[in-house]
T-cell receptor, first 110, second 115 residues
């Protein structure tokens, strides 16, 4: 089946710093989503981005489907950005079920 | 409020007992999903349903069962056959894709602990 790899696995930043999280996937996809999991376990939708670029405030994402990767950019990070960021994809030709990466754990220190 | 609700938030089970986790959505979504998350890991799909009275096994269906009698509800039963049931369980829903739009949205989760 499709493989989803996220990097780095852990990231520690000072408040105000910028960061880039990467998601590589091994096959063509119909769907790609980025999520933020908060300390209580809730998965918050950040982007639905099977291709192209989107921005939402301090966050933006780019997916290059032909090269099978997606990037999540966080600018001017805040302590509330801490948590785990997941990338999930739905392979082309299959059902709509999502395959998740293992996540990037982000810690933003004051 | 529109959204996905899961209950209970925390659940404790003795070995050998079956337990049922509730998932309800009022988003008028056709598809619903159950995922399991273990510490430090991503989510893995247990079961999914794209229409009432129909459901499909995911990657780790052994020891679990589901039903989809109503569009709004997709309960998950963790049976005594599940060897390691202690985990965080998340329910999700989405529209059945038309033209490719099938963003999934998640409930707040249920933490199950086997004593």
């Amino acid at each position: 089946g499709i493989q989803v790899e996220q990097s780095p696995p852990d990231l520690i930043l000072q408040e105000g710093a910028n960061s880039t999280l990467r998601c590589n996937f091994s096959d063509s996809v119909n769907n790609l989503q980025w999520f933020h999991q908060n300390p209580w376990g809730q998965l918050i939708n950040l982007f639905y981005i099977p291709s192209g670029t989107k921005q939402n405030g301090r966050l933006s994402a780019t997916t290059v489907a032909t090269e099978r990767y997606s990037l999540l950019y966080i600018s001017s990070s805040q302590t509330t950005d801490s948590g785990v960021y997941f990338c999930a994809v739905a392979p082309q030709g299959g059902s709509e079920k999502l395959v998740f990466g293992k996540g990037t754990k982000l810690t933003v220190n004051p | 409020d529109g959204g996905i609700t899961q209950s209970p938030k925390y659940l404790f089970r003795k070995e050998g007992q079956n337990v049922t986790l509730s998932c309800e959505q009022n988003l008028n979504h056709d598809a619903m999903y159950w995922y399991r998350q273990d510490p430090g890991q991503g989510l893995r799909l247990i079961y999914y349903s794209q229409i009432v009275n129909d459901f499909q096994k995911g990657d780790i269906a052994e020891g679990y069962s589901v039903s989809r009698e109503k569009k709004e509800s997709f309960p998950l039963t963790v049976t005594s056959a599940q060897k390691n049931p202690t985990a965080f369980y998340l329910c999700a829903s989405s529209m059945v894709p038309r033209g490719g739009l099938n963003e999934q949205f998640f409930g707040p989760g249920t933490r199950l602990t086997v004593l």
